[in-house]
């Protein structure tokens, strides 16, 4: 049984830090991207970031970009999401994500192989 298990989440101040974690199980990831999504109240689920298993090619959304690292472990099956500087418009629910196609073809978290159940992230001004 494939599981993504998201964690990390929690409240912090703006232009504080919080690190997801995304812990992978049940499957060979070695082909796959793994990201995230994100989804603010009264919005629409957009996506964030993603990580490529196999060789580490990232992608990130304009709004995140140079503020979040997405990284992963190998060894502890996990992808992270360092997340700085952040703005009360981040607070969301983060989904993470799997699949094998290019992020650049993800339209919606459901459109993805693999997803998790989310975490809360809220950042108060």
């Known amino acids: 049984q494939v599981q993504l298990v998201e964690s990390g989440g929690g409240l912090v101040q703006a232009g504080g830090s919080l690190r997801l974690s995304c812990a992978a199980s049940?499957?060979?990831?070695?082909?796959?991207?793994v990201g995230w999504f994100r989804q603010a109240p009264g919005k629409e689920r957009e996506f964030v970031a993603a990580?490529?298993?196999?060789?580490?090619?990232?992608y990130y959304s304009s709004s995140v970009k140079g503020r979040f690292t997405i990284s992963r472990d190998n060894a502890k099956n996990t992808v992270y999401l360092q997340m700085n500087s952040l703005k009360p418009e981040d607070t969301a629910v983060y989904y993470c994500?799997?699949?094998?196609?290019?992020?650049?073809?993800?339209?919606?978290?459901?459109?993805?192989?693999?997803w998790g159940q989310g975490t809360q992230v809220t950042v108060s001004s």
């Open positions: 994500a799997a699949d094998e196609n290019w992020p650049n073809l993800w339209r919606d978290l459901a459109g993805c192989e693999y």
């Open positions: 049940g499957r060979t990831f070695s082909s796959y991207f």
């Open positions: 990580v490529r298993w196999t060789g580490g090619i990232t």
